[in-house]
């Protein structure tokens, strides 16, 4: 079975397992020499807690920044399920590769978060279908507040990735929501019940004679055809049951797709995912048999 991560060229964490099958742990230890200094850091550990944010960031550079923008914004839901994304970024997806600061970021800092992270890990299903639009507008708003507070000019550059991403995260959101409610079609109903659900997934597993779970880019859509590649493989494979005018060439779908006994054409009966094209080159596969 494998799994996959993010590229190290950036985003690797540093509890990463090693080819011996050792696993490095980062301890890190703050010392006070003034009680007042205990007191401010319980203070930010109260006000962090709210965007929840790991204990780890409030030692590093970015914790003051995180939580003097909570303060100026107060409790409104947008800003906290930002900063709850965004520290997750610095502390959990880049961990121990975290720039020291952000004048030290680069570009592809920005591109990473918005094309790669928010989609993978905080992509939403929801009847409005407007949480990418909102993730942007909320990120344009930090980096323009943290420009003014730093001396960093880091808005052009997020602003220019945001023109691009726009087009695409809505799609993939769009694409996402539906193939989720293909799947559970009373997903958004009150009643509705996960365990159920959960209990049809596995037998609708086992209707299927070949499983493969891996992430699939698109390659070709014709007619209700879809021809997509395993992008760990590099295998190519043909489903059917798609929402074909709404898949493009290029999108990525994370999930598995199964092929009945006697059947031509495989199926996708699970969706993890849907991430834009130039995400391909921030994911690594790795054998966790092996490990």
């Not at 031509?264 to 054998?287: C, M, Q």
Request: with cysteine; net charge neutral.
């Amino acid at each position: 079975m494998k799994n996959h991560y993010f590229d190290p060229r950036g985003i690797v964490p540093s509890s990463e397992s090693t080819s011996q099958g050792h696993t490095e742990v980062t301890f890190r230890m703050q010392t006070f020499s003034h009680p007042d200094e205990h007191k401010a850091m319980m203070e930010k550990l109260k006000i962090s807690s709210k965007f929840d944010m790991r204990y780890r960031g409030l030692l590093e550079f970015y914790s003051d920044d995180l939580v003097a923008y909570k303060l100026k914004k107060g409790s409104g839901k947008h800003t906290n399920e930002f900063l709850r994304i965004f520290s997750y970024y610095l502390t959990d997806t880049l961990e121990d590769h975290c720039p020291s600061s952000w004048q030290e970021c680069q570009s592809s800092f920005w591109e990473k978060f918005i094309f790669v992270h928010y989609p993978h890990d905080h992509m939403t299903i929801s009847k409005k279908q407007r949480d990418s639009e909102i993730f942007l507008l909320q990120l344009r708003r930090f980096v323009k507040w943290l420009d003014q507070r730093t001396g960093t000019s880091w808005l052009k550059v997020v602003e220019q990735y945001e023109a691009q991403a726009k087009s695409e995260l809505l799609h993939c959101e769009k694409l996402l929501n539906h193939l989720f409610q293909q799947a559970f079609p009373g997903i958004h109903q009150n009643d509705w019940d996960f365990e159920k659900i959960l209990t049809s997934n596995t037998t609708n597993h086992n209707h299927y004679a070949n499983n493969i779970q891996s992430i699939f880019q698109v390659k070709e859509v014709y007619d209700d055809v879809v021809t997509i590649n395993d992008i760990d493989s590099d295998r190519v494979y043909q489903i059917v049951g798609m929402p074909c005018k709404l898949v493009k060439p290029g999108l990525l779908i994370e999930g598995c797709i199964g092929m009945k006994k006697d059947a031509f054409f495989w199926e996708l009966w699970v969706t993890s995912g849907v991430y834009p094209a130039r995400a391909r080159d921030y994911f690594v596969f790795v054998d966790t048999k092996r490990q």
